[in-house]
């Protein structure tokens, strides 16, 4: 596995490959890698002949007041997580080789952004459809990995990648959870024994609604305040959202096959998402 830095050797070694006829799958990832992540890596590796996993925390889809600075930052267990899944290279580029400093153009997505993180963080996906726009012209893959535990995000990415007729297929890739539900993300490091315990909140209330559901219960309100009572009565839990859409990220009044149960949730300082796509499996 190559480990590369620089936007010049990556084309040049990925030139060599194209040049053969491989396929090539892309994992854009902000490192810290968990099981998720691997998942990712492992489905790739298994189309394409050739697998590049990017490892960048891209400032432009951080807030003034979020976590850039204290994201985790585990390089070296990445690359050895990665090497096993078979990963064939790590693009770890720095932020000065992204975002030159008379860097001024960035890629914007007029709707699908007016709800869910993209109302609770303005600029976010503004940051994400930048870097992952710059992803896909450096090392223009043939497949694209991303995870459903981010379905704005999925959704967003389907649709420019559309809209910017980038030759790219979008693969959207099941949620990975923990034993217990809890959906893995790189930031449940920062979780405290005890609110770790409290963060099972967001899976526990998705499944209550799931169950509801299915036995009927198709008023959107009525699901949003049961979760909103659930998530109440936990100590450290804070509701950032929690609504249900469509595809479009809409706000639905009834719930119809597809449309997305979607969550955030503070767990003491530690901002959580999850969701459930309404007749999908909420599976561990
Ligand atoms: P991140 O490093 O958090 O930016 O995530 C990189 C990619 O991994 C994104 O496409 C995420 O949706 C995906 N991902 C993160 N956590 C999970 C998970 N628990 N299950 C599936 N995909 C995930």
Do not use: W
């Amino acid at each position: 596995m190559k480990i590369i830095k620089t936007i010049k050797e990556l084309r040049e070694e990925l030139n060599i490959h194209k040049k053969n006829g491989k396929t090539v799958g892309l994992v854009p990832t902000m490192g810290a890698l968990h099981d998720g992540h691997c998942k990712l890596i492992e489905r790739s590796v298994s189309e394409n002949d050739l697998t590049v996993v990017s490892i960048f925390v891209n400032p432009t889809q951080f807030g003034p007041n979020e976590d850039f600075n204290k994201y985790p930052r585990t390089l070296e267990e990445d690359c050895r997580k990665s090497e096993s899944y078979n990963a064939d290279i790590i693009f770890n580029p720095d932020a000065s080789e992204i975002y030159k400093s008379d860097s001024c153009t960035f890629v914007d997505i007029e709707k699908l952004q007016n709800n869910l993180c993209g109302l609770k963080r303005p600029g976010h996906f503004k940051g994400v459809c930048t870097i992952v726009s710059k992803l896909f012209n450096i090392v223009m893959p043939d497949n694209a990995y991303f995870g459903k535990k981010d379905i704005q995000q999925l959704t967003i990415i389907e649709q420019m990648t559309r809209d910017l007729n980038f030759p790219i297929n979008i693969v959207p890739c099941e949620i990975i959870r923990e034993k217990d539900g809890l959906a893995m993300s790189s930031r449940n490091k920062y979780l405290s024994d005890k609110e770790r315990g409290e963060a099972l909140i967001l899976f526990n209330s998705l499944n209550e609604a799931a169950e509801l559901i299915t036995q009927g219960e198709n008023s959107s309100q009525k699901i949003i305040n049961m979760i909103k009572d659930k998530i109440s009565r936990v100590e450290n839990a804070e509701v950032d959202y929690v609504s249900i859409v469509n595809r479009s990220m809409e706000d639905t009044a009834s719930i119809k096959t597809g449309d997305i149960i979607a969550l955030a949730v503070f767990i003491g300082s530690t901002r959580l998402i999850d969701n459930h796509i309404i007749g999908e499996p909420l599976c561990l």
